[in-house]
């Protein structure tokens, strides 16, 4: 399965801005991979692992803004069609449970 987690903080005031470095910080650090700005993903390998997933990141949440998970499973994930632009090699896009880097 994949938690997919977007988010849209506000960076209006230093502290605001402190609060999404903390968050993006905490994200990559959990093992989030970002797909596109503000949209990061992370491989779990049972439902179990997606509830403390979920919870972790409920725990690590700024006050303000906005923050949404959604799981999905890796048939759905590989299902994902990047429609204009270009693809970066940098994005994660197989059902393949090892992923070297």
């Known amino acids: 399965m994949r938690v997919i987690v977007f988010f849209d903080l506000p960076t209006v005031t230093a502290s605001d801005k402190r609060n ?7 994200l990559i650090k959990d093992g989030f991979m970002m797909i596109q700005e503000s949209v ?5 390998l ?4 997606v509830s403390q997933i979920i919870n972790e990141v409920k725990k690590s949440r700024p006050e303000s803004g906005c ?3 959604l799981s999905v499973t890796e048939k759905q994930f590989s299902k994902m069609e990047f429609i204009s632009g270009k693809c970066n090699s940098n994005v994660v896009d197989t059902d ?3 992923l070297i880097l």
């Open 40 to 44: 990061y993903a992370k491989l779990a």
């Open 96 to 98: 393949e449970r090892l």
């Open 67 to 69: 923050v949404q998970i």
């Open 20 to 26: 999404y470095r903390k968050f993006r910080k905490f």
């Open 46 to 49: 049972n439902s179990t692992q």
